[in-house]
């Protein structure tokens, strides 16, 4: 398999970081050395997470906020390998609630891969290793009637409606793996991102679909557009497209945004990190290293510039966003100092 062949598996394999998060949410959580760091807009705490017996858990990763409290998956000692003995870049760990000051609530599922509270905090799209997509809303689970593996999900800012990436039907990570030829291989990394509705659960169409892969999505703030990030599997190209919903006639949408470095184009964001900020988007574009620098551009896909080293961007309150230095400590910036960096 080509290095290029590896990398676009790598955009299907690789796990999200947090999901936009209501612009009511009054504190914004990170995992710091498997601790719980949270921070209310004007301080940071951190947090041991204990289970209730007292015995300590470790957190993999913060999801966001669900029922006012944080959403994580814990570690695990063992990981499970695949029968020709890949250890799963993805793996299934135990979804649980934690409490602000590190106490374990709840767990509410034993295997998940990735999980997407809504804006509102009152539900959850879970993706566990099956890929297929299951809504919990209170003690009740439900699984999308959608044909296809799931592997990311965008709520809109009113949490009425879902976007859902979707590989085809036979995806499996073996099969990606190992796939007898290019054209199976490029076939397995074609996705398509279909709409739902999140009240009633039921699917309202498919509103990306153009033989390429598509992820990443993320609703306008009005909710009247999707944006999402787009590759071209024969030659290299990509970026992120946007697409009007009041017009379902096309599911190809407009390409915005070329990906690359300025002037030419811009960085591609991680998957469930960029948001509204003012008038500008914020996102979170990946490092060789394994860490994040923060960018910001105009809705147009225009003037996009760095900002600095920075990950796990998520909003705080109504005015600011709140990301994690690589020093472990949390900082915040206002819609009016992304104005003032944007016109230096």
């Not at 992820?215 to 703030?221: D, E, K, M, Q, W």
Request: aromatic share 6%.
């Amino acid at each position: 398999m080509s290095f290029r062949q590896w990398n676009l598996l790598a955009l299907f394999v690789a796990a999200g970081g947090l999901t936009a998060m209501s612009v009511l949410a009054q504190t914004a959580y990170f995992a710091v050395d498997g601790k719980l760091v949270t921070h209310d807009g004007a301080q940071a705490r951190e947090a041991k997470v204990r289970r209730g017996d007292g015995t300590p858990a470790t957190i993999h990763r913060v999801w966001g906020a669900y029922q006012g409290k944080c959403l994580v998956t814990l570690s695990r000692q063992e990981t499970k390998e695949s029968p020709s003995g890949h250890t799963s870049a993805v793996p299934a760990l135990p979804l649980a609630l934690v409490s602000s000051d590190g106490t374990l609530q709840a767990i509410l599922a034993e295997r998940v891969a990735r999980a997407f509270p809504s804006p509102d905090g009152q539900a959850v799209a879970i993706i566990p290793p099956e890929r297929r997509c299951v809504i919990q809303r209170g003690d009740v689970q439900t699984t999308l009637p959608l044909e296809g593996r799931a592997s990311h999900v965008a709520w809109a800012p009113d949490s009425t409606r879902l976007a859902v990436v979707l590989y085809p039907e036979d995806w499996s990570e073996e099969k990606a793996n190992n796939a007898p030829t290019t054209d199976d291989f490029l076939r397995l990394q074609q996705s398509r991102i279909v709409l739902v509705d999140a009240i009633s659960l039921a699917p309202l169409g498919e509103v990306v679909n153009d033989g390429g892969t598509n992820y990443n999505p993320f609703f306008s703030p009005d909710a009247s557009e999707l944006y999402y990030i787009h590759l071209d599997l024969l030659d290299d190209r990509g970026g992120v497209r946007k697409l009007a919903l009041a017009d379902l006639s096309t599911t190809v949408g407009t390409l915005i945004a070329p990906a690359g470095e300025p002037p030419r184009g811009v960085p591609l964001g991680r998957v469930g990190t960029y948001q509204w900020l003012g008038d500008r988007l914020l996102f979170e574009a990946g490092t060789p290293d394994g860490g994040g620098v923060l960018w910001s551009m105009c809705p147009d896909g225009t003037d996009a510039r760095p900002l600095g080293p920075g990950r796990y961007p998520q909003i705080l309150g109504s005015d600011r966003i709140a990301y994690l230095k690589p020093d472990g400590t949390v900082a915040t910036i206002t819609p009016a100092e992304l104005q003032k960096e944007a016109e230096r």
